[in-house]
């Protein structure tokens, strides 16, 4: 099973799972490798281990079809073949596949892959292949409906148009907010005005603007845009929590593109809720040192404990933080 679609994939792998037998028993009988590391010896033992009190044994290797594309990324705009020693094992997993034996169900899933793919063709006459891309357009709006429909619950077409717009195709941040949603309207069909006031990107584009003048030294811009949120309702403790959350995000977004990963995983990883989301973060993951950012965090969580544990008033507290933030200008 391949696709940026983990949501999907995820699902597809609890139907197989459900196939397999008594449930009660498949956690004795499954085994999950990693792929980019795996072995053959280790693929043999696990394949050829006899299934406990059932027929089946279940084998995932999330990664095993990365190690098969034509050639490894090294670097930007550079490639090479693996080595010799890697290019055996991989030929002999390759060769051992088409043996297991037929109580092993081994299912393979990874993200990227290309057609041509070496192990794929390899193993396409024996295999059942899969792909989830991820949705957009009018199959979203088709998979919103169904994911609505399975769980008892409806919206109307605009509401499903606006947050199919809003949230895009990261299905885990989807099925989430139609969770919120449906608990917010309680049974009545949910409206685009519910979408607009649940899943509302306003806020989330103030902290990332917030982000943005903190960590540029704008003072002025960050207190106006604090007390914009706190006008409207925000808690203190919330946007401090919101803050250091996009702080992390925009690190971990960092490791993932030095890590040369696609935007799809890096939503998916990041659990981001919207392709708005997963612009910014980039953006900002683009533009600030990380000395920066780790100085901005540390003070962000020692500003909420002292919040939580009663030292501190919060507004006033947010307040001080980011004045004395953007007077940093040596970090």
């Given at each position: 099973m391949i696709g940026e679609d983990s949501f999907s994939i995820r699902q597809a792998l609890e139907e197989i799972k459900?196939?397999?037998g008594d449930m009660s028993l498949l956690a004795a009988n499954t085994a999950t490798l990693d792929g980019q590391q795996l072995t053959l010896n280790q693929l043999r033992a696990a394949a050829e281990t006899t299934p406990f009190l059932a027929e089946k044994r279940l084998i995932i290797v999330p990664g095993l079809l990365q190690r098969y594309e034509a050639r490894a990324r090294t670097g930007r705009g550079r490639k090479k073949a693996p080595g010799n020693d890697q290019h055996d094992e991989l030929k002999a997993i390759a060769a051992y596949l088409p043996q297991m034996p037929d109580s092993a169900v081994?299912?393979?899933?990874?993200?990227?892959i290309s057609?041509?793919?070496?192990?794929?063709?390899?193993?396409?006459?024996?295999?059942?292949?899969?792909?989830?891309p991820l949705l957009r357009g009018k199959k979203l709006q088709q998979w919103i409906q169904q994911h609505l429909k399975k769980k008892g619950d409806s919206a109307s077409p605009q509401a499903v148009d606006l947050l199919a717009r809003l949230i895009g195709g990261n299905l885990?941040?989807?099925?989430?907010?139609?969770?919120?949603?449906a608990l917010f309207t309680?049974?009545?069909?949910?409206?685009?005005?519910?979408?607009r006031l649940v899943v509302s990107q306003?806020?989330?584009?103030?902290?990332?603007?917030?982000?943005?003048?903190?960590?540029?030294?704008?003072?002025?811009?960050?207190?106006?845009?604090?007390?914009?949120l706190l006008q409207k309702g925000a808690a203190p403790v919330y946007l401090m929590?919101?803050?250091?959350?996009?702080?992390?995000?925009?690190?971990?977004?960092r490791e993932l593109s030095n890590q040369e990963k696609t935007e799809a995983e890096i939503q998916a990883r990041l659990?981001?809720?919207?392709?708005?989301?997963?612009?910014?973060?980039?953006?900002?993951?683009?533009?600030?040192?990380?000395?920066?950012?780790?100085?901005v965090y540390h003070r962000l969580l020692e500003t909420d404990l002292s919040v939580k544990t009663g030292q501190r008033d919060g507004e006033l507290a947010l307040t001080i933080l980011i004045a004395e933030l953007c007077q940093q200008s040596g970090v």
């Amino acid at each position: 099973m391949i696709g940026e679609d983990s949501f999907s994939i995820r699902q597809a792998l609890e139907e197989i799972k459900g196939g397999l037998g008594d449930m009660s028993l498949l956690a004795a009988n499954t085994a999950t490798l990693d792929g980019q590391q795996l072995t053959l010896n280790q693929l043999r033992a696990a394949a050829e281990t006899t299934p406990f009190l059932a027929e089946k044994r279940l084998i995932i290797v999330p990664g095993l079809l990365q190690r098969y594309e034509a050639r490894a990324r090294t670097g930007r705009g550079r490639k090479k073949a693996p080595g010799n020693d890697q290019h055996d094992e991989l030929k002999a997993i390759a060769a051992y596949l088409p043996q297991m034996p037929d109580s092993a169900v081994l299912v393979l899933t990874d993200s990227g892959i290309s057609p041509g793919n070496s192990l794929l063709k390899g193993v396409s006459d024996r295999a059942v292949f899969r792909s989830f891309p991820l949705l957009r357009g009018k199959k979203l709006q088709q998979w919103i409906q169904q994911h609505l429909k399975k769980k008892g619950d409806s919206a109307s077409p605009q509401a499903v148009d606006l947050l199919a717009r809003l949230i895009g195709g990261n299905l885990w941040a989807m099925a989430s907010e139609i969770e919120k949603l449906a608990l917010f309207t309680a049974g009545r069909r949910i409206e685009e005005e519910d979408v607009r006031l649940v899943v509302s990107q306003s806020q989330e584009a103030n902290v990332f603007a917030m982000i943005d003048a903190i960590l540029e030294l704008k003072t002025r811009t960050a207190q106006q845009l604090l007390q914009q949120l706190l006008q409207k309702g925000a808690a203190p403790v919330y946007l401090m929590a919101m803050l250091s959350r996009q702080i992390q995000l925009i690190v971990r977004a960092r490791e993932l593109s030095n890590q040369e990963k696609t935007e799809a995983e890096i939503q998916a990883r990041l659990g981001l809720a919207s392709d708005f989301a997963l612009r910014k973060t980039l953006e900002q993951a683009a533009r600030y040192r990380l000395e920066r950012l780790k100085v901005v965090y540390h003070r962000l969580l020692e500003t909420d404990l002292s919040v939580k544990t009663g030292q501190r008033d919060g507004e006033l507290a947010l307040t001080i933080l980011i004045a004395e933030l953007c007077q940093q200008s040596g970090v």
